[in-house]
C-alpha cells in the first residue's frame, strides 16, 4: 500500500520497547501501586488456570483407569480446595487492582494535564503546541493509540510469558511420550526428526497467525491522520444538536438544513470511513484478518489430530488428553498473544514517541532568584525600557519600542483599538512572555532576575477572556479548598456580588454550573465577571489588572463598580484595559497605544485637549456616539 506523507512510519523493534519501557516507568512513578497490583494480578491469571487443567485431566484418567476411590476422593478434593483457594486470592487481588485502577483512563491522561499545568504559558500558547495536544487527544480518543495502550500491552505480554512457562511443563510429556512398538507406521510419531518437524510447523503456525493480524491493524496505524481527521469531523457534526450555544442560531438560520442535507459522501469524514471499510472488506485488511484465522484453524487442527492420533495409538489415557488440549490450546494462543502484543506495542509506539517528545518540552523562562522586596508602604515602580516583542513564529512586531513608567497606587488606564498591541503589553508585565528586545525593570531590576513564582504572585489578572472553573464558589474565589470564608465574602460584596450571594442557598459552597452538581447554579455573564473581580481582590496583590473589567455588565452595575473604584482597589496599583474610554477619567495616568506602539502617555484632561491626538479621536467619536444615542432615545 503507497503511502502518503501523513502517514506514521514503523520505528525499528528497539526503539519501539524503549519507548514502551518509559511510558511504563513513567506511569510505574505516577502510579506505583497500580502497576505492581496490575502485575500481580496478570501473572496469578496466566498460572492458576494450569491447575484445574492438570487436576481434570488426572480426574478424568482416574475415571478411565484405575477408578480407585480413595485416589478419586483426594483428587477431587484437591481441586475443590485448589478451586477456594484460587477464587478467594482472585476476589482480594481484584478487589485491590479495582480500588487503584478506579479512574485508570483519567489516571493515564493526567501525565499531558500536569505537563499542560507546568508548562511555560509562552510555549502552550504556540498554535503548534495546541496542533500537538489536539492530535495527540485524537489518537487517544479515536483508535486508542498513546498512553492508552501502554498498560494493557504489557500486562499481555506478561499473560502470554508466564501462560507459556505454565503451558510448556504440562505439554512436554506430550512430545517425550512414545507410541508403542507395535503400533506399525505410527511409531513414526516417536521419531525426533518428526517431532522436530511438528514442533516447528506448530511453532510457526503459532507465531504466522499473529504476525498478520498485526499486519492487518497495521493499516489502522499507518493511516491514523485519515482515521483521525474522519472522526474530528464527524464528532463535529454527530453532536451539533447537543450544542446549546448553538440553539438559537441552528434555529433562526436553519442550519439544522446543513446536517440533514450535509453531501457526506463528498466529505473527508465519510471517505475517510469508506476508505477503511474498503480495506476491511476486500482490501489487506480483509485479507491478512482472515489469512490469520485460517492459520489459527490450521494449527488448532494439527494439534487435535496429533494428540488423538497419539492417544489412539496407546502412547497416553483419556485423561492426557483433555491435559494436552486444553494445555496447548492456552499455549498457541499465548503464543499468538505473544507475537499480538509485539506488533501491537511497535505500532503504537509513533504515537508513544509524539507523546514522549511533548512531555520533553523543557521550559524555557528563566526562573530568577532574587526575592521581591515586602514592603509595607506598596511602593514599587515598574519600568518599559525600550520594549520590542514579536510572537514567536512571528516576523511583525507586537510591540514596538515601549517606555513607560507607573508606580503602585497609580491607576492607569491602557487604550487603543483592537490589535493595538494592549493585552500583549498586560502579558510582558505579569511574565507571560518575555521581551524580544528592551527590559522590563521592577524598582530598577530586570524582571527576569526575580524568582519566576514571586515576580506573578504579586499581580492579580482578570482577563477578557477570563475562565472560572466548575468548581464551588467559594473554592472559585479562593482557589483552593481551605480559603478564608469571611475574606472571600469581603471580596465578592466589593465586586458587587453582595446580593446575590444571599440569594444563593448553599453560599460559598454553590457549584457554579451543572457539570459537578445537580445544585449547581448557571451564572450570567456579568456576574461570572463579578466573581473574576472577586478572585482579584481575594488575592490580594500589589497589582491588580482589570482587562475590558465591566464588559459583560449592565450600565447600572458598571457604574456601580466605577463609583466604588478606590474603596474596590484601595492602596492597589490598578491597571484597566478597557474600550469604554469614560473610565480614564477615573485614572491618574492613561497609556495610549496605536499599532503596538505608544503614542501618549498623559492624564484624561491633558490628552483630550490634544486634538492632534489619538485619545481625542477616540474620545470624541464615542461621545459623539453615547450623545446620539442619548438624544435618541430620549
Known sequence: MSKNKNSKELLS????????????????????????????????????????ISLSARIVEELAAGRDPERLKRLVLATLLSAALIASVSALIN??????????????????????????????????????????????????WGFNRVLGNFESLLNSIFSLLGGSILIVTLFTSRVPVGAKSISLLNSPLFLALLIAVLLAAACLAPALSTRANRYYALNSDKHRLANRLFSYWGWLGRRTSLALDMRIYRQDQLCDKYNWDKTTTFGSNGYFAKLARGGPIGLYSGASSAVSS??????????????????????????????????????????????????????????????????????????????????YEVEFRDVSFRYPGSEDYALRHVNMKFKVGQRLAVVGENGSGKTTFIKLLCRLYDPTEGVILLNGIDIRKYDYQEYISIFSVVFQDFALTSFPLGQNIGTKTDFDRMLAESSLEKAGFGNRLKELDAGLDTYLTKALSKEGVEMSGGEKQKIAIARALYKDSPFIVLDEPTAALDPLAEAEIYGRLNEIIEDKTAIYISHRLSSCRFCDDILVFHKGSVIQQGSHDVLVCDEQGKYHELWHAQAQYYKEDAQAQG
Request: hydrophobic fraction near 45%; charge should be positive.
Open 13 to 52: 523493534w528497539k526503539e519501539a520497547w524503549q519507548l514502551n519501557k518509559r511510558a511504563l516507568i513513567l506511569l510505574y512513578r505516577q502510579y506505583p501501586k497500580l502497576i505492581l497490583m496490575r502485575i500481580i494480578n496478570t501473572i496469578w491469571r496466566a498460572l492458576t488456570p494450569y491447575v484445574g
Open 95 to 144: 478487589t485491590l487492582q479495582n480500588i487503584y485502577s478506579a479512574g485508570r483512563m483519567f489516571k493515564m491522561r493526567f501525565l499531558m494535564c500536569q505537563k499542560m499545568l507546568d508548562m511555560d504559558y509562552v510555549i502552550m500558547d504556540d498554535p503548534k503546541i495546541h496542533q500537538r495536544v489536539s492530535t495527540i487527544n485524537q489518537n487517544q480518543n479515536g483508535g486508542g
Open 298 to 379: 490450521i494449527f488448532t487442527g494439527i494439534v487435535y489430530l496429533f494428540v488423538c492420533i497419539k492417544a489412539w495409538a496407546g502412547a497416553f489415557g483419556i485423561g492426557m488428553v483433555t491435559q494436552y488440549i486444553s494445555s496447548i490450546s492456552r499455549f498457541s494462543g499465548s503464543i499468538g498473544a505473544l507475537f499480538g502484543t509485539a506488533g501491537d506495542m511497535r505500532n503504537n509506539a509513533s504515537f508513544l514517541k509524539m507523546t514522549l517528545e511533548f512531555l520533553d518540552i523543557p521550559n524555557i523562562m528563566y526562573q530568577g532568584s532574587l526575592t521581591i522586596e515586602k514592603r509595607s508602604d506598596r511602593q
